[in-house]
């Protein structure tokens, strides 16, 4: 008994403090999407982050499907990560100008199979 006590004790300690840590989500760092179509275009968007901040960002619309997304140039100065039908962008602390990436997008846009390239251009705030 004494034993499962401290047991619950030690659980409502760790979730007091667990509800204590505040999650923050990624700020707006690409203030206007212009759609891709997944028609074998290439949609241009730029990024805006603080030096050391991080830019986590969806790109699946509500009437597509992506099948997968690969970096076919990567950043020279930050960290890119492709993370399910996203991306996450860790900028570096020390920024000292812009950046730039490319992604390759495979999906579904309603019925039709495609493929889009994504061009994003990072500015330092």
């Given at each position: 008994?004494?034993?499962?006590?401290?047991?619950?004790?030690?659980?409502?300690?760790?979730?007091?403090?667990?509800?204590?840590?505040?999650?923050?989500?990624s700020?707006?760092?690409?203030?206007?999407?212009?759609?891709?179509?997944?028609?074998?275009?290439?949609?241009?968007?730029?990024?805006?982050?603080?030096?050391?901040?991080?830019?986590?960002?969806?790109?699946?619309?509500?009437?597509?499907?992506?099948?997968?997304?690969?970096?076919?140039s990567?950043?020279?100065?930050?960290?890119?990560a492709?993370?399910?039908?996203?991306?996450?962008?860790?900028?570096?602390?020390?920024?000292?100008?812009?950046?730039?990436?490319?992604?390759?997008?495979?999906?579904?846009?309603?019925?039709?199979?495609?493929?889009?390239?994504?061009?994003?251009?990072?500015?330092?705030?």
């Amino acid at each position: 008994m004494r034993a499962s006590l401290v047991s619950l004790l030690r659980v409502a300690v760790a979730a007091y403090a667990m509800s204590a840590l505040t999650a923050h989500a990624s700020p707006l760092c690409i203030k206007e999407r212009t759609p891709f179509a997944l028609s074998h275009d290439t949609v241009k968007w730029t990024m805006s982050i603080a030096p050391g901040a991080d830019c986590i960002q969806g790109l699946r619309w509500s009437y597509m499907q992506i099948f997968s997304v690969s970096v076919v140039s990567g950043p020279s100065r930050g960290q890119l990560a492709v993370v399910g039908s996203g991306f996450r962008y860790s900028a570096e602390r020390e920024a000292r100008g812009a950046d730039k990436f490319t992604l390759l997008i495979s999906g579904k846009n309603r019925h039709d199979p495609g493929t889009s390239t994504l061009e994003i251009e990072v500015n330092p705030q």
